[in-house]
């Protein structure tokens, strides 16, 4: 069940499941101490009721018993009378012995076999001290001779009536809302931490969480928010540090290209002024590199269509072998400055690489979301599975087409990673059946 996936449907399931299994034991051993002291309470007091029923027949004339009987109270006791030469006796049983004992040698006390006309009910799932039904056969002074028969416990009344099933759907319902409340506010701290450390990935810039709540969750948020804090601080650092190197290197870098150009010999200076702009194609990637990293640019509703038009468009005016297939009306939140530099770089790449780049855009679902696919292929010789994931490794290079005399440095890829992430998005690379690798874009599709 998809309810049983999630944290919050475990704890209520089993908050839910819990309570109505102690409710139901603590009601079977209540019921069941319930007869068991009602049975207790009869078998105690069967004796002493015996014996005041039989003294006060004893006392009474003949003639007056049957009146007496008609309408004096039963209390779980049955009498009718036993012709005079009855001798058939059963086995003295301990409760026949307890009579004989209270009402005195002058009373002859006898066990009978049990009669079921007497005796009719029999419940099977009572446990009690006795027989659920015996008879015995006393004897009066006056020679009547007497069958005192001993019901057993009334049956239970039947729980199942109109009222006990309207009680027992209020239990279940206030038991269900409380679960659902217990697990839900439980649950939702941690939700909103997951949350949380879902966008600290898409933006480190974002607002710190609220700390409050319990000591436990309030420690856990404490923590989290120092943590965003650390790596907000590190990834400046870098970023700062690696833009000011860059940036620093532009000025000499440009002296020494002016001074090249004075080198009279002419195969020397185009073997320097190559290595130069080499240096310089790396400053001004790893300068790119620092601006992939930093997320200051706000996120905006973007129609990815018109933005991949406008890309495709631009690379089509620069001679390349660029062609676009869209999807209009699809629009994300991202930043258009640094998602247009990623898919400049993927295009570059396969047009450097492939001889031509054919991007599509397509939507489906991913993890159950709905999803954009950027889909850029190109005409090359495609990447060896092995290599797939090194070549977002900043500076990585293979030993093949995608070498130092294409150009690059090796960073092309890692900066188009780092803008989709930053989005919430991946890169994946799949080498096409009819040759030339495919570079899916996975975008979050959301709505303004």
Same mark, same amino acid.
């Given at each position: 069940?998809?309810?049983?996936?999630?944290?919050?449907?475990?704890? %209520?399931?089993?908050?839910?499941?819990?309570?109505?299994?102690?409710?139901? #034991?603590?009601?079977?051993?209540?019921?069941?101490?319930?007869?068991?002291?009602?049975?207790?309470?009869?078998?105690?007091?069967?004796?002493?009721?015996?014996?005041?029923?039989? /003294?006060?027949?004893?006392? @009474?004339?003949?003639?007056?018993?049957?009146?007496?009987?008609?309408?004096?109270?039963?209390?779980?006791?049955?009498?009718?009378?036993?012709?005079?030469?009855?001798?058939?006796?059963?086995?003295?049983?301990?409760?026949?012995?307890?009579?004989?004992?209270? &009402?005195?040698?002058?009373?002859?006390?006898?066990?009978?076999? !049990?009669?079921?006309?007497?005796?009719?009910?029999?419940?099977?799932?009572? !446990?009690?001290? =006795? &027989?659920?039904?015996?008879?015995?056969?006393?004897?009066?002074?006056?020679?009547?001779?007497?069958? @005192?028969?001993?019901?057993?416990?009334?049956?239970?009344?039947?729980?199942?009536?109109? *009222?006990?099933?309207?009680? #027992?759907?209020? %239990? @279940?319902?206030?038991?269900?809302?409380?679960?659902?409340?217990?697990?839900?506010?439980?649950?939702?701290?941690?939700?909103?931490?997951?949350?949380?450390?879902?966008?600290?990935?898409?933006?480190?810039? =974002?607002?710190?969480?609220?700390?409050?709540?319990?000591?436990?969750?309030?420690?856990?948020?404490?923590?989290?928010?120092?943590?965003?804090?650390?790596?907000? !601080?590190?990834?400046?650092?870098?970023?700062?540090?690696?833009?000011?190197?860059?940036?620093?290197?532009?000025?000499?870098?440009?002296?020494?290209?002016? =001074?090249?150009?004075?080198?009279? *010999?002419?195969? /020397?200076? *185009?073997?320097?002024?190559?290595?130069?702009?080499?240096?310089?194609?790396?400053?001004?990637?790893? #300068?790119?590199?620092?601006?992939?990293?930093?997320?200051?640019?706000?996120?905006?509703?973007?129609?990815?269509?018109? #933005?991949?038009?406008?890309?495709?468009?631009?690379?089509?005016?620069?001679?390349?072998?660029?062609?676009?297939?869209?999807?209009?009306?699809?629009?994300?939140?991202?930043?258009? !400055?640094?998602?247009?530099?990623? @898919?400049?770089?993927?295009?570059?790449?396969?047009?450097?690489?492939?001889?031509?780049?054919?991007?599509?855009?397509?939507?489906?679902? *991913?993890?159950?979301?709905?999803?954009?696919?950027?889909?850029?292929?190109?005409?090359?010789?495609?990447?060896?599975?092995?290599?797939?994931?090194?070549?977002?490794?900043?500076?990585?290079?293979?030993?093949?087409?995608?070498? =130092?005399?294409?150009?690059?440095?090796?960073?092309?890829?890692?900066?188009?990673?780092?803008?989709?992430?930053?989005?919430?998005?991946?890169?994946?690379?799949?080498?096409?059946?009819?040759?030339? /690798?495919?570079?899916?874009?996975?975008?979050?599709?959301?709505?303004?």
């Amino acid at each position: 069940m998809k309810i049983l996936s999630s944290m919050w449907g475990r704890v %209520f399931a089993i908050l839910l499941i819990g309570v109505i299994a102690s409710a139901v #034991l603590t009601w079977s051993l209540a019921f069941g101490e319930r007869q068991k002291t009602i049975s207790q309470y009869r078998d105690s007091h069967a004796v002493e009721r015996a014996e005041q029923l039989v /003294l006060a027949l004893d006392a @009474l004339p003949a003639e007056n018993r049957e009146k007496f009987l008609a309408t004096a109270p039963r209390l779980g006791l049955k009498v009718a009378t036993l012709p005079a030469e009855t001798t058939d006796q059963a086995p003295r049983s301990e409760y026949a012995a307890a009579v004989s004992e209270r &009402l005195g040698k002058t009373f002859r006390v006898m066990s009978l076999a !049990q009669d079921p006309e007497s005796c009719p009910r029999n419940p099977q799932n009572i !446990q009690t001290n =006795r &027989l659920p039904c015996e008879a015995l056969g006393i004897t009066l002074h006056d020679g009547t001779a007497l069958r @005192l028969t001993v019901l057993p416990p009334r049956n239970p009344a039947p729980p199942l009536r109109a *009222d006990f099933l309207q009680y #027992l759907f209020l %239990f @279940l319902a206030s038991i269900a809302v409380l679960a659902f409340l217990i697990a839900r506010m439980t649950m939702r701290p941690l939700r909103q931490m997951a949350q949380a450390a879902t966008a600290l990935g898409q933006d480190i810039n =974002r607002p710190p969480l609220p700390e409050k709540g319990a000591t436990e969750i309030l420690q856990a948020t404490r923590a989290f928010n120092a943590m965003q804090a650390r790596i907000r !601080q590190h990834i400046a650092q870098r970023t700062h540090m690696l833009a000011a190197i860059t940036h620093d290197l532009q000025t000499p870098l440009t002296r020494l290209r002016l =001074r090249l150009e004075k080198v009279r *010999d002419e195969e /020397l200076r *185009d073997k320097l002024i190559e290595d130069l702009s080499g240096m310089q194609m790396m400053i001004r990637e790893g #300068l790119d590199l620092a601006r992939s990293m930093d997320s200051n640019e706000a996120l905006k509703p973007l129609d990815l269509d018109s #933005l991949l038009d406008s890309v495709c468009a631009d690379a089509a005016d620069a001679g390349q072998n660029v062609s676009f297939e869209g999807k209009p009306g699809l629009t994300v939140m991202a930043r258009p !400055q640094a998602l247009r530099r990623c @898919l400049t770089n993927l295009i570059d790449n396969a047009v450097k690489y492939g001889q031509y780049a054919t991007v599509s855009l397509v939507s489906g679902k *991913d993890a159950a979301k709905d999803v954009l696919h950027v889909l850029i292929r190109d005409g090359g010789h495609g990447i060896p599975p092995e290599f797939q994931s090194k070549v977002f490794e900043p500076f990585f290079r293979m030993e093949t087409s995608r070498s =130092r005399e294409s150009g690059g440095t090796g960073l092309g890829l890692t900066i188009a990673q780092n803008i989709a992430q930053q989005h919430g998005g991946k890169l994946q690379l799949s080498n096409l059946p009819e040759g030339g /690798l495919e570079v899916r874009l996975t975008l979050p599709l959301q709505t303004a």
